[in-house]
Structure formats: structure tokens, C-alpha cells
């Protein structure tokens, strides 16, 4: 007897509905992670991104989830891993936690969001169109930042990035993105994608 592999994530049935509840139900989460710490303050990636994923579960254009992958996965895992480690280090040396209980745990659930996201469709074919999403996704960003943001609070580090020594490289930042942010997460999608379509045919062969 034939073992079916069925995805987690397939057009044709309404389990897009119910992922895009599942992400309005984050946006939710983190409304209320910011409310209880006095942070009104929306325009980090990590803090509207589930709202953009649940549109992009609702209209079923998968390319666009793609692309929205591209720009968000390595970000969220760089300051999930940072955020992490640094809380476990005060633990570790019993330095009393900054933020509350709700707060950390909030925090680590809301910037694992793409990495929900590309558990869902990895095994769906990631296309250059999703680049184009990235590319148009980035220059909302950039012009919404630029224009309604204060350069103080240097949202996106889109006005300077002094963690790493650079500053004023905001004329730049797009391409950049793209570079360091997009196309890494490109082709690890178009690997993953790979990967399954020959596990799932070893698979089928070995039934």
C-alpha cells in the first residue's frame, strides 16, 4: 500500500483561511506585546509582517509569500538568535530579566513568524517572480520609513546600521537588502523546494 505525503499547505482546500487566521491571530499577539510595554510603534518588520502574510494567504499568491520570505527570514532569525541568546546568558549568570514573562515569550513567538511561514510552503516551487515581490515589498518599506518615521528612531536601519560601523547608508539600503537579505533566502527556498520534490519521489518509489 502506497503511502501519500499530503503538504501542510495546498491551494485547493481552505487550509489558506485558516493559516491566515492563524497570523491575524499573531498580529493580535503582538499588539498586545507592544501595548503592555508602552511601544505603540508599528513599523518594525517583525511588528506588521504577519498582517502582510495573512493577505498573502487570503488572495492564495503564493510567489508573493515567497517573496515576502525572502525579505523577512534572515532579519527574524538573526534577532530571535540574538534575543535568545542574550536572555539565556542573563539566566545563566542570574542577572534579573528586563522584560516580563509575556514580553520575552511574545517576542520570540512574533520573530519566528517567517519561519512558520516557510515550514508551510516549502514544498511549494519558489519562482523568480517572488523576486520582484521582494524588490517592490522593500521599496514600500524604504518609502515609508523614509518618509513617516523619525531618522532618530532609525526604524529598519534603513538611516544607519552602527552595530556593524556603517552609517548613512540609507541611499543604499535597498540593494543591500537585496544582497545580504533576498537572495540568500531565494535560493535556500529554491533548495528546500528541490529537496522535497526528491524526497517525496524516493519515497513514492520505495511504496
Known amino acids: 500500500m502506497k503511502t501519500k505525503i499530503r ?49 498573502s494567504f487570503v488572495v492564495k ?20 538568535t540574538t534575543f535568545i541568546s542574550k536572555t539565556l546568558i542573563n539566566l545563566i549568570q542570574n542577572i534579573p530579566l528586563e522584560f516580563t514573562t509575556f514580553y520575552t515569550i511574545s517576542t520570540i513567538i512574533m520573530h519566528l513568524t517567517t519561519t512558520y511561514v516557510l515550514f508551510l510552503t516549502f514544498h511549494l ?43 548613512g547608508f540609507s541611499f543604499f539600503w535597498i540593494p543591500i537588502c537585496f544582497i545580504i537579505m533576498v537572495l540568500p533566502t531565494y535560493f535556500l527556498q529554491k533548495r528546500l523546494y528541490k529537496e522535497s520534490k526528491e524526497f517525496i519521489k ?6
Open 7 to 55: 503538504p501542510l499547505f495546498r491551494l485547493n482546500d481552505k487550509t489558506h483561511i485558516y493559516i491566515a487566521l492563524f497570523f491575524i491571530g499573531l498580529q493580535i499577539l503582538v499588539m498586545l506585546r507592544n501595548y503592555y510595554s508602552d511601544y505603540m510603534y508599528f513599523f518594525w518588520l517583525c511588528d506588521f509582517i504577519p498582517t502582510v502574510y495573512a493577505f
Open 125 to 167: 516551487e519558489t519562482k523568480k517572480e517572488s523576486l520582484y515581490y521582494s524588490i517592490t515589498s522593500l521599496t514600500i518599506i524604504y518609502a515609508v520609513m523614509f518618509l513617516f518615521t523619525p531618522i532618530e528612531r532609525n526604524i529598519n536601519y534603513i538611516f544607519t546600521l552602527d552595530r556593524l560601523g556603517f552609517n
Open 202 to 207: 524516493t519515497n513514492h518509489k520505495e511504496n
Open 61 to 80: 499568491d503564493v510567489q508573493l509569500i515567497k517573496g515576502l520570505i525572502n525579505i523577512s527570514f534572515i532579519p527574524q532569525a538573526v534577532n530571535v
